[in-house]
């Protein structure tokens, strides 16, 4: 069993950060002003909108046996991919991801994990933390793309390895 870290980069720090701190505000608000509601927006909305992201946030990668597990906080929200499944790995160029857009899903929060779409790449599924190390799978089945971003690519060969 090999594990690859997935930790935040610079951006996905200063917007998690900046929503903790839009919360935190709030709450101080509510704590100083009167009447004690008026913060009240500005508290819960950040903290449902961290609640309903942190669980799908993505930790680590894990190659175990003949699996690829994208481990989120969540332990029940892993992602499990058969490596069987995996037609190719590749570490796409920068310039794959220009003019990409989220078309449902986070784009920093946490990391970038969702939906999202580019006129290179077509549509494709991110489980990333970062905007660098970006490793390509195709998927058999429909040829589904899925982006990671390990803090090692090497990574990318051991799939390729693993899926020959």
Partial sequence: MENYKASLDTFSKTI?????LMALGGISMMAS?????????????PLI????TYPYSVKSYQIAGDTLIIKRAFQRLDKEIPLSEIES????????????????????LFGYYGLFANPKLGSFRAYATRRSNRILLVLKSQKEKIVLSPDDVGMADVLQKLIK
């Fill in 89 to 108: 790995v590749t570490i796409p160029d920068k310039s794959g991801f220009n003019w990409t857009i989220r078309t449902f899903g986070d784009g920093g």
């Fill in 16 to 20: 998690t950060g900046f929503v903790f």
């Fill in 33 to 45: 002003i009167q009447p004690w509601y008026s913060g009240l927006a500005i508290t819960v909305v």
């Fill in 49 to 52: 909108v961290l609640a309903a």
